[in-house]
């Protein structure tokens, strides 16, 4: 079975150049995350969708991110501009929906983008 | 709200020897439990996890974890390291559909 699979796996960029990372999650799995992993840290959440719907995105910060998951199955994330502080690992991971129904608690991570903006 | 303290930032330790990583975790409500090994430019990887039942749970690559409510904690164990657990290791929570809280990582140094 394939996993999460993200692209690209590195990213150099200018500042105030916008940049989008793409992720793949594992078939047939309703939940995906973005997550956000900054040297010498644990994953922060950024936004949870369900299928296409995003049912988390309080710590999204909107004015310069976006995302989308269109037919629910592949994800877009998007930094316009991006600033130096947007330096750090961009994480997507996915969970199936559990037998009764919830998502389930087991999240499979991808390798994750490593953006560095100069 | 939920948190997750990890200790030790570093922990170095000579092969064959035996390790336990720390984690505490903050939460009102019964929660889910999971450690998780990040090698050099990879995602992470589950090493176990505790949803319920038993308190002592078995995981990949020999290690094990226990589940001790009374003192909120999950440590990590293993009896004898290989240099090949030289990695980033993350202790997670999560209270039901929500989802997972990290800790910020404890750094396994294997020496030889």
């Known amino acids: 079975e394939a996993g999460v699979v993200q692209s690209p796996r590195y990213k150099i960029i200018e500042k105030k150049q916008p940049v989008a990372f793409w992720c793949n999650p594992i078939s047939g799995h309703n939940t995906l995350y973005w997550y956000l992993q900054n040297l010498g840290q644990g994953p922060e959440l950024l936004i949870r969708?369900?299928?296409?719907?995003?049912?988390?995105d309080s710590q999204l910060p909107k004015d310069r991110f976006s995302a989308e998951r269109l037919k629910g199955v592949d994800s877009t994330l998007k930094i316009q501009p991006a600033e130096l502080g947007d330096s750090a690992v961009y994480l997507c991971?996915?969970?199936?929906?559990?037998?009764?129904?919830?998502?389930?608690?087991?999240?499979?991570f991808g390798p994750g983008t490593r953006l560095t903006v100069l | 709200a939920q948190s997750v303290t990890q200790l030790d930032s570093q922990v170095p330790v000579f092969e064959e020897a035996p390790v336990e990583l720390r984690c505490n975790y903050s939460s009102s409500v019964s929660v889910y439990l999971f450690w998780y090994v990040q090698y050099p430019n990879q995602g992470l990887q589950l090493l176990l996890k505790y949803l319920s039942g038993s308190t002592l749970v078995k995981g990949i690559n020999g290690f094990e974890a226990e589940f001790n409510k009374s003192q909120t904690s999950f440590h990590l164990r293993k009896p004898s390291v290989h240099i090949s657990d030289t990695a980033e290791y993350f202790c997670?929570?999560?209270?039901?559909?929500?989802?997972?809280?990290f800790g910020k990582g404890t750094r396994l140094s294997v020496i030889a």
């Open positions: 969708y369900e299928n296409e719907e995003a049912v988390d």
């Open positions: 997670a929570v999560s209270e039901g559909n929500t989802p997972l809280v």
């Open positions: 991971a996915s969970s199936p929906r559990s037998i009764a129904g919830g998502a389930s608690n087991e999240q499979f």
